[in-house]
């Protein structure tokens, strides 16, 4: 018996064409979407920074591959300019270490704007937990990590 789809081959297809095992990988800032992400158990609806990076031709094994980090932004009170909670203090600590990691200089991370990091060449550290396989560490492409800004 066969199936309507069984011209396809897709059980030699891989689950996840963007995979790639842990290590180091040389990437530049893809895409940065800002989305919505809906209201889950106790969790109020918020907003999440999605950055893509995609590799670049250093590693022609992955050339071309998309991996994507998620941040969850900060929730302020627009009267008083304050972080509403503990959970929105520590969401823009993680943010802002990232922006940081991605060159962006301190006294310019509230005036920045998407362009600023388009192309930004980066090290992408790729490290598994369970069986996800997540980003954990950006630095920005340096002479000292191996091959100098593109």
Not at 81 to 106: H, I, M, T, W
Not at 107 to 118: R, Y
Request: glycine letters at 8%; hydrophobic letters at 35%.
């Amino acid at each position: 018996m066969t199936g309507f789809l069984n011209d396809l081959g897709l059980s030699k297809a891989p689950t996840d064409p963007n995979f790639m095992p842990e290590g180091q990988y040389p990437a530049v800032v893809y895409k940065l979407n800002v989305k919505d992400v809906p209201a889950k158990d106790t969790k109020p609806a918020s907003k999440a920074l999605i950055i893509t990076y995609k590799i670049d031709p250093l590693d022609p094994e992955h050339q071309g591959k998309v991996k994507t980090e998620f941040k969850s932004l900060p929730t302020m009170d627009l009267q008083t300019g304050e972080y509403v909670d503990d959970e929105s203090k520590k969401n823009a600590s993680y943010l802002k270490l990232r922006l940081l990691s991605l060159g962006v200089p301190e006294d310019a991370l509230d005036d920045m704007k998407q362009e600023d990091l388009l192309g930004t060449p980066v090290w992408i550290k790729i490290v598994q937990s369970g069986q996800f396989y997540n980003i954990r560490e950006v630095k920005l492409r340096e002479a000292s990590y191996g091959g100098g800004q593109l």
